[in-house]
């Protein structure tokens, strides 16, 4: 090959490689996908967020979603919102090290903390807000925000594995106890106290999720074939529950139902599996999880290897005796990340299922039967950016962010003290946290989450 013609190959190779970087910019620019999608505390909400800004979103129709909020700031990985409150706790890759809590109806930011390292989790309830670093934990009481306790050399937590009890009575934390093992710490937010140790798997733990009433917490190893569910009251095992038997998975996420009666689980597999746990779990073998069925062969096989039990080997007793799923979603979602939940929706239980393209999959579950989940509806997140002519820009209508904002304008408590929506004082800042921290009444309706309509007296004529 001459000089000549070797100049001419590398030219070409160039003016290829160019097109293909040019071409495969111009196909990520058409596809935006989330960077984080998280519910809050009670499954009422979901959070979406890209690198272009953040949404929040109330789940209370099949219909559609609500957009509750949406936030242009960029580059946020963190956005907790607690329960159905207006106060969000956000961190940004731009600064991963500090912590803001904001009140985003009116705009205001309440306070902000920064701490030694980046920041991994946030995790709120109505009495503590926790803080996860790779090697620490920060215990907040979420009135005043003060920092009540910290938890230092933790076994390195890169992923920021930890799950709080939304639970005032059982307000505990749990997270990883050792770095090559599945110990688990369960912490006592209140008394600050270490609860109880669980050896919980061999492998290290993958997801972590306590019940709704925080008695109970369920653990998955980085093996993924077993999911166990231990009592927070003296780490007693009460269910294990088997995913597969066939391969290893990653497990994504863990998910009780408000009741506490059901269990999903999602992870790097095309199947959602969903177990159904017994009221009151017995000591002896049985099939826990598993559809409640005592006749034909289910119920023959479960009784023969009840009563042979001590005559087989234990890891096939173990495997025999496991839960399997009592209802389940196959999708097609495979290479995704994919997180589920189990949420009360117009007083019917249903399964949400979320994957990082930014979809939404919502579907029914039989409490009763069990088996295939139907699909009622799929909703799209996060949309993909197109280009806008500037004339139908200016005349697109308002976002929630920005109605949000006029609305905290024309505040009628803010015209009376003569300012803007976005001001307020230590004081009212003090009593944001303090009546969103407040555990809302059963027994009344309320207008408004955040006190913004008081009971007024009126005088008899």
Partial sequence: MSLSEGVDLLRQGLVTGIAGLMAGGEGDADTTQASFITFNQDTTCVAVGTTSGYSLYTLNSTDA????????????????????????????SSNARTLRVCHFKKGT??????????????RMNRSRLVVCLEESLYIHNIRDMKVIHTIRDTPPNPSGLISLSCDNTHCYLAYP????????????????????????????LAALQFSPTGTRIATASEKGTVIRV???????????????????????S??????????????????????????????????AGSPPSDDGWFGYINTMVSASAGYLPSQVTDT??????????????????TICALAMIRKSLRLLICNDEGFLHMYS???????DCSLIKQFKLVESPTIVDQNEFLETTETPETSAKQDAVVSYS??????????????EKFHEMASAAETPPKTCFLLDDDGEFPPVAFAAS
């Fill in 65 to 92: 979603l609500e957009p509750v909020y949406q936030s242009d700031e960029p580059d946020v990985y963190i956005a907790e919102r607690l329960f159905s409150s207006s106060l969000v706790a956000v961190v940004s």
């Fill in 109 to 122: 930011e309440i306070c902000r903390y920064s701490y030694g390292d980046r920041i991994r989790a946030v």
């Fill in 177 to 204: 106890g050792h770095s090559h093992t599945g110990e688990l710490q369960i912490f006592d937010t209140i008394n600050l106290a270490s609860r109880v140790i669980i050896p919980a798997h061999e492998g290290q």
């Fill in 230 to 252: 231990f009592s927070t009251h003296d780490g007693s095992k009460l269910y294990e529950l088997r995913r597969g038997l066939k391969r290893t998975a990653s497990i994504y």
């Fill in 254 to 287: 863990l998910s009780f139902s408000p009741c506490g009666s059901f269990l999903a689980c999602s992870s790097n597999t095309e199947t959602i599996h969903v177990f159904k746990l017994d009221d009151k779990p017995t000591q002896t073998p049985a099939l």
């Fill in 320 to 337: 025999l005796l496991q839960g399997r799923a009592f209802a389940s979603v196959h999708h097609n979602q495979t290479g995704t990340k």
């Fill in 365 to 371: 579950l039989d409490q009763d039967e069990g088996g």
């Fill in 414 to 427: 803010d015209k009376l003290k003569n300012r803007t929506g976005n001001e307020m004082t230590d004081s």
